[in-house]
Structures are given as structure tokens and as C-alpha cells.
């Protein structure tokens, strides 16, 4: 009999059900029935729909100012393309924390940072800050707490590692960042022993930050309410006046930051 032949249609990062055949055994399904339905039922990533929209526009002569993907305008620094070219033939597999060298130099990086106190041993390194962050929400036991606005996508990560989440409210008058008052609103309406704030700054898509003080009054709460932080400092080396700091430097004792290369060397 023929061999039973499977396709997933992805129209627009959600997957369509389309039938599957086999032929020899007359057997007929739809993909939908082999994906989780809480997957499927999954709306199309907004961030996805406008870069389409806009591709469409384009194609038809429009001139469009695109806010869709957040992929970096700047070359690739070319240290980066030479080390990339002289490695490209390694093929060995690594460590799951991650290429141990690299990791010693994040963590000598974190140290120039004013983050001390982090070792190699403290690092991990993965494929995208976006996949590490599911991972961790997937292994955190406890509530998401995410602020509003935020990137598209803490949502719907935390409802696929089936996890509850709340948002943390903000306003015009706070230049749309979260303020200790709200932040511990959110922790008295949580009741879960344990929460994870999700901390994007600066901020897409606001494209706002936070000061030292500001992060201070935030930790306070975080203390007292046992709020683990996840600095996710994507953008961190795209601040205007190189003055942010890291949530590390102020809540080393349960924090965790998030970065990588892909917004400012866009690697």
C-alpha cells in the first residue's frame, strides 16, 4: 500500500486542516484531529498580519511605513559575519546550557554590566530569546503577570504552556509602564504563591523604558509578594542615551535577563 502522505498547510501561522489520504487503506482524516485544539484554535499573531497586509500593499505600488515584524535595520557587524564563516563548519553537538565559552563570555559581559554575581554556570544560551521565554514559562509553576501593553506573544505562549496569566494595567499618564500601585494590585488579585512578571524594556511596543528608581519601587513589591523578574532586555543596547539598567543589578537574588543579538547587531 502507498505510504500515508501528511500536509500541513500554514496559512498566515495558523495551521488549516486539510485532509490526509491513504490511498491503500481508504483512510480519510483532517489534520485538525492530530493538533491540540487549544493549538488550532490559536488566532493569527497580529504582528504576522500587519507584515502581510503590508507585503499585499507593497505588491500593489503603496507606499507603506511597516510597524509589523521588529527586524533590525542595521548590517550585520562584520566581526560577527567573519566569526560566523569560520565556523560554519562545526557540527559537533553542544551542551543543552549552551557553548561553554560563550557563556563565560556573557557572564564576563553581565559582570561589565554591573550584574555581578553571575557565573557561566548561571548562564544559558538557545536559539532566541522567543523560545527560551516559552521554555520558561512552561517550567514556571506559578502565574504570569505580563504588563499592558506588551509584545504579542507573552500571551499567547502562556496560554499554550496552558499557564495563567494577568495583566498588569498601565496608562497615558504613566507613559504606558507599570507603577508599583498597579503591579501590586495585580499581586492581590493573584492567588498563586507564586508569580512571574514579565518585564520588556525598553518597551515594545511603547518603545519606553524604566529608570533606576523606578525599577527600584518595582523590586519593592516584588519582594514582598515573591515576584520573580524576567528582565526581557531585547532592546537594552538600543537605548537613546546607553543608560539602562539591567534587572539584574538591582534583584540579583530572583531575576532573570533576557537578551540577545538579533535587534541591534541583527544577528
Keep these: 500500500f502507498e505510504e500515508e502522505m501528511v500536509f500541513l498547510e500554514i496559512l498566515c501561522g495558523r495551521v488549516r486542516p486539510i ?4 490511498v491503500g487503506m481508504g483512510l480519510r482524516r483532517h489534520v485538525s484531529q492530530l493538533v491540540d485544539p487549544l493549538v488550532a484554535s490559536m488566532p493569527i499573531s497580529p504582528t504576522l498580519a500587519i507584515s502581510m497586509k503590508q507585503l499585499d ?8 511605513f511597516s510597524f509589523g515584524f521588529g527586524e ?12 560566523l564563516q569560520q565556523n560554519a563548519d ?18 564576563q559581559w553581565l559582570q561589565r554590566e554591573n550584574v555581578s554575581g553571575w557565573s557561566a554556570e548561571d548562564v544559558r544560551v538557545g536559539p532566541g530569546s522567543k523560545e527560551l521565554i516559552f521554555l520558561l514559562q512552561m517550567a514556571f509553576c506559578g502565574e504570569i503577570l505580563l504588563p499592558s501593553p506588551s509584545w504579542v506573544s507573552y500571551g499567547p ?19 504606558w509602564k507599570i507603577t508599583p500601585e498597579t503591579l501590586e494590585q495585580a499581586c492581590l488579585e493573584s492567588k498563586t504563591p507564586r508569580r ?3 518585564l520588556n524594556y525598553p518597551n515594545n511596543p511603547t518603545g519606553t523604558t524604566y529608570t533606576r528608581d523606578e525599577l ?44 540577545g543579538m538579533s535587534k541591534w547587531a541583527g544577528a
Design 157 to 175: 505562549q502562556a496560554i499554550v504552556a496552558r499557564k495563567k496569566y494577568r495583566m498588569v494595567s498601565s496608562s497615558f499618564e504613566t507613559q
Design 72 to 83: 533590525s535595520p542595521f548590517p550585520v557587524p562584520k566581526p560577527l559575519v567573519h566569526a
Design 216 to 259: 527600584e519601587k518595582l523590586v519593592e513589591v516584588c519582594r514582598g509578594y515573591n515576584v520573580t523578574v524576567l528582565g526581557d532586555e531585547i532592546y537594552s543596547r538600543l537605548h537613546h542615551f546607553n543608560a539602562h539598567h539591567h534587572i539584574g543589578e538591582i534583584y540579583p537574588e530572583n531575576s532573570i535577563i533576557s537578551t
Design 57 to 64: 500593499m507593497k505588491a500593489r505600488g503603496e507606499k507603506v
Design 90 to 107: 562545526s557540527k559537533s553537538y553542544l551542551p543543552v546550557q549552551g557553548l561553554p565559552e560563550l557563556r563565560e563570555s556573557v557572564s
Design 196 to 198: 512571574l512578571l514579565i
Design 19 to 22: 485532509h490526509i489520504h491513504r
